[in-house]
């Protein structure tokens, strides 16, 4: 069997699979899941001290085009999920507890913290040092915050800022620290060098966006009356990007690829883009924990059919085989064709041909090679496969 085993600073998992801070990672039954699933580490639900951020609303879950989840289609979660509604000094008497049983089971504790200001960060940092954390995670990219309040997705926009939290919590714990990098109204590759600056012992990139969905009826948002974090497969390509970009920065410190994770390629993919491990959380919420196990199958069976024998052998190999944009050609001459058997005559690629190369001849579509492109709009259009794309 291959070995799927990564390092993160001083700490070995036995995997690269992180369930993420959320649901999937809050209450005993849902801890005993995630120690049980064979995932390597999980992320407390976040721990702060601030009132109004512990109350969770109700309702505060929305899914978008739900039909696609079973069909490893595009789907979206939109939710206004707020942080651990126990207080702090509360709920780590518990997390003692599931850090004694996680180890049991070879997984590994992260502690998410979101403090407000100097005091609430260092409380936060020392107190799960001192009740076993294995690891920290500083929550620097959660939306659901107000505008002026230092902490979540407003102080991770802030390069500088983040450098300062980073140096200030470094300063009350020797635990590895993890920054987790926000997505958006900012570059996250400087974000994410400003934390390595301060401390930061890894990255997470890049988390939810903020997003709104609106009732045009009413003419107000959907359900809770705010904006939420969205997400969902659709942001893997977007993480890949930011892997990408991380590798060519050269950031020094392992990379844990965030958001779009639906399927076990989608893991593979941001390994390949230079993700030293990955975080989960939707397609847990969406599937359950036992996804992990059949992943960690799938993994292991690709890594053998390709003849790899560990995480690194494949870390970031898709890196250097991008091609700039500069160098994409376009002087190889292409061209595609209708199969009339295949084709069910739906007329999408007749529509929305740019170049007015298809045509109805008798009963049938049929393109003219002479004016064809090239550019591959109709076979990415069709469904049912009946457009053949073919160098002339």
Request: hydrophobic content about 40%.
């Amino acid at each position: 069997m291959p070995d799927l085993g990564v390092k993160i600073k001083d700490v070995i998992l036995k995997n690269p699979i992180i369930i993420a801070s959320g649901t999937p990672t809050y209450g005993s039954a849902m801890v005993k899941k995630c120690i049980q699933s064979e995932a390597a580490a999980f992320v407390t639900k976040t721990l702060c001290y601030t009132e109004w951020l512990r109350k969770q609303p109700r309702p505060r879950f929305h899914i978008e085009h739900p039909g696609a989840i079973d069909q490893e289609g595009y789907f979206s979660l939109y939710s206004t999920e707020r942080f651990n509604p126990i207080p702090p000094e509360e709920y780590v008497k518990k997390m003692k507890a599931y850090v004694q049983e996680a180890h049991d089971f070879d997984v590994r504790v992260i502690a998410s913290i979101a403090g407000t200001d100097v005091e609430t960060w260092s409380k936060l940092a020392e107190l799960v040092t001192e009740n076993g954390a294995d690891m920290i995670e500083l929550n620097l990219q959660c939306p659901h915050v107000e505008k002026e309040q230092p902490t979540g997705m407003v102080a991770g926009r802030n390069p500088e800022l983040c450098y300062s939290i980073l140096e200030l919590v470094r300063k009350w714990t020797s635990l590895p620290l993890i920054g987790k990098v926000v997505g958006e109204g900012v570059d996250p590759i400087l974000v994410a060098q400003r934390m390595i600056a301060g401390g930061a012992d890894a990255v997470v990139l890049t988390g939810r966006f903020q997003g709104l969905y609106l009732e045009i009826e009413t003419e107000k948002p959907i359900y809770w009356g705010g904006m939420g974090g969205y997400g969902g497969p659709w942001q893997a390509p977007i993480t890949r990007k930011w892997l990408v970009r991380a590798s060519e920065a050269n950031l020094q410190v392992p990379v844990i690829g965030g958001s779009g994770i639906d399927v076990f390629e989608d893991i593979i993919s941001y390994i390949l883009c230079g993700a030293k491990a990955v975080q989960v959380c939707t397609a847990i919420m969406v599937h359950g924990h036992k996804i992990i196990k059949r992943w960690l199958r799938q993994i292991s069976g690709w890594m053998e059919a390709k003849g790899y024998n560990s995480i690194s052998d494949f870390c970031g190999r898709s890196v250097n085989k991008i091609i700039a944009p500069s160098q994409i050609r376009g002087d190889i001459p292409y061209a595609s064709r209708i199969d009339p058997e295949a084709c069910r005559k739906c007329l999408k690629c007749l529509e929305a041909c740019p170049y007015e190369a298809i045509s109805v001849i008798e009963t049938n579509l049929a393109i003219d090679p002479e004016k064809c492109d090239g550019c591959r709009l109709c076979v990415a259009l069709c469904s049912e496969g009946a457009v053949e794309f073919y160098q002339k």
